[in-house]
Each structure stands twice: as structure tokens, then as C-alpha cells.
């Protein structure tokens, strides 16, 4: 497993490198077919001009006329190369330079987009920490329980959600259709990922509610544990609640984050996994209340508010 961790730290390097030596050797490649290409039409332009010159020079002479202008040609190729040749220490020299200046521009912005990359990692490394502390995160109160004359059974629930301190930030009303709640949760596992490689972190979040007579895939939506940019509201910390990092680096990487998340490529490149379906499960009365604690390696568990 140790050497798993290894792989994958190695591999975080890696990357980019092997992207910077294929960039390198796509920059040779595209760099030297304009040369030759230049080079080309150099000599054929060279030869082309001096077989003009030469042949108006000569347009009185009896000579075999295609012959001759071929033979300037010909003559005019190799005084083109014989000037190429005198000129190619400095044209050589100027070669080199553009090409040292233009290879330096090229690395220098592979550096950077890795530098760039290596802080993102950090930044986003910072936010998980943030995000993986213990925390009474939810709260739900069992408002009703009524029984129709037809056996079916109602629960009127009011489920918060709670920051740190204990405040609520936001709720929502739920009518279930039964007498047991389960909270669903999505859980994401940092653990072979290149943001927390090598460490069991976990972070865990609830998203719907079903029961016993409503199946998961019928189940409510929480729609109170996000804001309009899809967020769970529960980890817009206060500035003061925020360790490791700025607040202004925590929440734009907190949404570069959850960008990743909702999107199942990004998670499987990045090395994120992220599932459902591990619910907290009780058959509540009326007026109990329960809270919702999640431990920094994912863990989940139910608590009754004694009053």
C-alpha cells in the first residue's frame, strides 16, 4: 500500500514533466519544418532569379536556349549553397538564438502552468482539511406523526442545517410518507486522489431523504444543504473558522472543488471517489429532534437531543 502512495506522489511529478519533454520535442518538430521550408524556397527562388538575370544577358548568344537555361539553373543552385555555406555560422548562430529564446519562452510557461498547478494542489489539499474536521453538520425535528383512517402513516419533519457553531443556516419543511426516515449521504474519499494522496480523508454531505414507503429513487431532494452554485452550504465557513489558507483562496477553490465533483471524468482523473447510498436510518416520534455528526474520515452517526 506504502508503495501505492509512492506511485501515485511520483506520478503527481511525473505528469507534467513528460508533458513539458513532449512539448519540447512537438516544438523541435514544428520549428524545423518552417526552416526547411524556407530554406527551400530560398534556393529555388535564388537559382530562379539568377537563370533570368543570366539568360537576359545572353539573349543574343546562339546557344541551345533550353539547355542553357536549365544549366543556369543549375549554376544558380550552386551559387545559392556556395552563399548558404558563407553565410551559415551566422545564420546558424541567428538559428540557435531564436530557437534558445523561443525553447526559454515555452519551458518558462510549462513552469509556470506546473508551479500554477503544484499551488492548486496545495490550495484545494487545504480545503479538504478544512472540510474533513468533525462537526455536527444537520439537525431534523419530527414536527407530526400522523395516522389516517387508511393505515397510512405521515411524518412532518423540519430538517436544518448547522454551521460550526452550532447557528442554522438553512431548512427545509418535509412531508415523508411513512414512520422511518432514512438520510442519505454522498460520500467522497480522498484517499488515492492527488489532492490528499496517501491519507484516509473523507469528506460526507446528506442530499435526499427516503422511508420505508418512498424508495431511494423516489426520495426528496435536500435541496436546503446547497446554495445556487450546487455548494453545501455547511462548508461556507466563516473567515475565522478557516485554517491552512485565506478565506478568499478557501471558497474559490471551494468551487473549483465541488466544479470537479459534480462532474464524474474530473473526479476519476483527479483520483476522487465519490458514492451514495450510506444512510443513517430511525424510526423517530413525534417531537423528537436528532442530530447529524460527521467524524474526518467520513463517518456517520445519529444522535437523539435529550431535552
Given at each position: ?47 530562379i ?37 558563407t ?19 515555452s ?38 406523526k ?21 447557528d ?5 419543511n ?16 480522498f ?22 414507503n ?8 435536500l ?6 452554485k ?11 473558522d ?7 483562496d ?8 465541488f ?14 471517489r ?34
Amino acid at each position: 500500500m506504502q508503495s501505492l502512495f509512492k506511485t501515485i506522489t511520483l506520478q503527481k511529478y511525473i505528469k507534467p514533466l513528460s508533458e513539458l519533454l513532449k512539448d519540447i520535442l512537438q516544438f523541435c518538430s514544428d520549428f524545423l519544418i518552417p526552416v526547411i521550408i524556407v530554406l527551400v524556397v530560398y534556393f529555388l527562388g535564388y537559382a530562379i532569379f539568377y537563370t533570368l538575370k543570366e539568360n537576359k544577358k545572353n539573349k543574343n548568344e546562339l546557344l541551345a536556349e533550353n539547355r542553357n537555361t536549365f544549366l543556369v539553373f543549375l549554376i544558380g543552385i550552386g551559387k545559392a549553397l556556395i552563399k548558404f555555406f558563407t553565410c551559415l555560422p551566422k545564420i546558424f548562430v541567428t538559428v540557435v538564438l531564436l530557437f534558445g529564446l523561443n525553447l526559454i519562452l515555452s519551458i518558462t510557461d510549462e513552469v509556470n502552468e506546473f508551479i500554477n498547478n503544484e499551488k492548486k494542489i496545495n490550495e484545494l489539499s487545504a480545503v479538504v482539511k478544512n472540510l474533513s474536521r468533525s462537526d455536527t453538520i444537520a439537525s431534523f425535528t419530527v414536527n407530526e406523526k400522523r395516522v389516517f383512517k387508511n393505515q397510512k402513516k405521515e411524518l412532518i419533519v423540519t430538517f436544518k442545517i448547522l454551521s460550526p457553531d452550532g447557528d442554522v443556516v438553512s431548512s427545509q419543511n418535509l412531508t415523508i410518507n411513512g414512520e422511518e426516515i432514512w438520510v442519505d449521504f454522498v460520500n467522497l474519499n480522498f484517499e488515492y486522489s492527488m489532492i490528499e494522496s496517501g491519507k484516509t480523508t473523507n469528506i460526507a454531505y446528506p442530499y435526499r431523504v427516503y422511508s420505508e414507503n418512498l424508495a431511494s429513487s423516489d426520495a426528496i431532494p435536500l435541496t436546503c444543504v446547497f446554495n445556487e452554485k450546487n455548494i453545501p452550504v455547511l462548508y461556507l465557513l466563516k473567515d475565522s473558522d478557516i485554517y491552512g489558507i485565506s478565506p478568499d483562496d478557501y471558497f474559490k477553490r471551494l468551487q473549483e472543488l465541488f466544479k470537479i465533483v459534480q462532474n464524474p471524468d474530473a473526479c476519476k482523473e483527479m483520483g476522487i471517489r465519490s458514492f451514495q447510498g450510506n444512510a443513517l436510518h430511525v424510526k423517530p416520534e413525534k417531537n423528537d429532534t436528532y442530530t447529524i455528526r460527521v467524524e474526518g474520515n467520513g463517518g456517520l452517526s445519529l444522535h437523539k437531543e435529550l431535552f
